[in-house]
């Protein structure tokens, strides 16, 4: 456990804060209303866009910065921006060419749009259930400035995880590429992954890192591990994410979060 008291929670998302349907249980809006009953901050982080993470304000009560785009944009709870970091500019055609070229989908977010190529490529009509609003379709990317996030698609997850090694090979220190789920690849600025969120709220609420508790399912999620003084995978994470993490709880599917905060985060509080 912990060596201090656990005083504030980020958690992911998709996989871990709600079900694989996108559905915010009763049970884990009650394990976060526990946490503010003690005093304990709660913060998400997500691959999302900041209007995807909407929903979430009113019945979870948030408070604090949300980070979207693995902290790509933080805002406050009413959408209004307090940070962003884009992708440098230069490297925004060469991502793109990557993705092509690996015979990915590719989807661009800039400032409030989510730009596609294809509405019907693989995941657009879920993304579009899930953030609650529709992309833009373009031609062609060419042009586009102040990208936010860079995502990668394919149901062919191996592929996914070869164009994750290219973007990191490729690009290099210019960005930060990781997996947000099995069939997305997202290329962000370097500074935006979930380990700086933890170093980002860490100043901006005063609490310091070893007295956040993480949780998560992805490898993007392993970042923020290393950063936080307890973390914890959830059951439907992979292998290489339980390993990382300090704890496993269950899956998304089985109230996994909440579980994770009833066990290891309420008792530990004091």
């Known amino acids: ?3 201090e008291p656990i005083a504030a929670v980020l958690a992911d ?10 559905v915010l249980t009763e049970r884990a809006v009650a394990a976060v209303s526990g946490l503010r009953q003690q005093g304990i901050a709660f913060a998400v982080t997500s691959g999302r866009p900041p209007r995807g993470m909407a929903m979430l ?9 949300i980070s979207a785009f693995n902290g790509g944009v933080i805002v406050r709870p009413d959408m209004t ?6 992708i440098p500019q230069h490297v925004v055609a060469p991502a793109v060419e990557l993705l092509d070229a690996h015979g990915l989908d590719a989807w661009l977010y800039s400032g409030a749009d989510w730009l596609v190529r294809d509405p019907g490529a693989p995941h657009v009509d879920r993304e579009t259930r899930t953030v609650r609003f529709e992309p833009t379709v373009v031609q062609s990317f060419d042009g586009v400035r102040d990208v936010a996030k860079i995502v990668g698609i394919s149901d062919d997850h191996d592929l996914v995880a070869a ?8 690009l290099g220190d210019h960005v930060s590429a990781a997996q947000s789920q099995p069939y ?7 500074h935006a992954n979930k380990g700086e969120v933890v170093r980002y709220l860490s100043r901006a609420l005063g609490i310091p890192a070893e007295r956040f508790a993480t949780i998560g399912d992805m490898p993007n999620d392993v970042l923020m591990f290393a950063r936080s003084g307890l ?3 959830m059951g439907n994470a ?19 979060f909440a579980k994770a905060i009833e066990r290891f985060v309420l008792p530990h509080c004091q």
Do not use: C, F, W
Not at 57 to 65: A, D, H, I, K, N
Not at 165 to 170: C, L, P, V, Y
């Open 163 to 170: 164009a994750t090694d290219a973007a990191r090979e490729q």
């Open 57 to 65: 304000v009113e019945p979870l009560g948030l408070t604090t910065p």
């Open 231 to 233: 973390s914890i995978a």
């Open 81 to 86: 921006v307090i940070e962003q970091r884009t």
């Open 184 to 190: 997305y690849l997202d290329i962000t600025h370097p």
């Open 238 to 256: 992979g292998a290489e994410v339980q390993r990382a993490a300090r704890r496993v709880t269950a899956s998304n599917e089985d109230d996994g």
């Open 1 to 3: 456990m912990a060596k």
């Open 13 to 22: 998302v998709d996989g871990t804060l709600v079900t694989q349907e996108k």
